[in-house]
């Protein structure tokens, strides 16, 4: 996996955090993965992608409901920390890789559907975003399903926060931290050039295990048209 200097430095930064942190949002499923699930079992998902999987928390949620999941990140550590956690969850059918999400390394077609939670808002441009997006058309299968979760502008952590580079904003409370925040109708119409929105709403989920606030996130359930 080669990538440029910038999402280097968004790797090495969530590389660190998992090191010193470890288990950063628990151990137990994000809400997006539980509501995702039936949705999943409605279409007859076998083949699923998780993008950003961190430590694998939702990878092995999804995993052990019997769905063939090939799990993705671009930060070394969390897929360590990862491999080390899951390594006696035997029987799920889980493939843990590095890699970068604006070029990933998988097939076209490949998956009946795609699920990344809290992490395409780390890409730091709408640019970036986009291609994303490409990348996620691209490895659905036709009639195929997505399920993203984003940061809103809504959202607390945006209190106090720097502007930095293509849009984004650097944490206050955690320098390196950076997020682009979108309102729900620009994520919207960018997920509309390439799919069918089915559903878009808010989700709230708990910072992290160090902070105890509510996060705010822009929910989308989309279809790659048939």
């Not at 709403?201 to 902070?211: F, L």
């Given at each position: ?186 994520v919207r119409t960018l997920l509309e050039k390439r799919f069918g929105v089915l559903e878009m709403t808010e989700m709230m989920e708990r910072e992290s295990m160090a902070k105890d606030y509510d996060v ?11």
């Amino acid at each position: 996996m080669q990538i440029d200097n910038t999402f280097q430095k968004i790797a090495d930064f969530w590389s660190q955090r998992y090191r010193s942190e470890q288990f950063i949002w628990g151990q137990e499923p994000s809400p997006c993965a539980e509501d995702a699930l039936p949705h999943f079992r409605a279409w007859g998902v076998r083949r699923l992608l998780i993008l950003g999987c961190g430590y694998g928390r939702d990878a092995r949620y999804f995993a052990s409901e019997g769905i063939d999941v090939t799990a993705v990140d671009f930060a070394r550590e969390g897929l360590d920390l990862a491999q080390s956690w899951l390594n006696d969850q035997h029987g799920l059918s889980l493939r843990l890789e590095l890699d970068h999400i604006l070029t990933l390394n998988l097939p076209d077609a490949g998956f009946d559907a795609v699920f990344s939670h809290r992490t395409l808002h780390l890409l730091m441009s709408v640019q970036g975003l986009e291609q994303a997006f490409d990348q996620i058309h691209r490895v659905l299968k036709p009639g195929g399903h997505a399920c993203i979760s984003m940061r809103s502008p809504g959202d607390p952590s945006r209190t106090g926060s720097t502007q930095v580079e293509g849009g984004a904003a650097e944490l206050s409370f955690r320098p390196g931290h950076k997020v682009l925040y979108l309102p729900q109708d620009q994520v919207r119409t960018l997920l509309e050039k390439r799919f069918g929105v089915l559903e878009m709403t808010e989700m709230m989920e708990r910072e992290s295990m160090a902070k105890d606030y509510d996060v705010t996130l822009h929910y989308a359930i989309v279809e790659r048209p048939g």
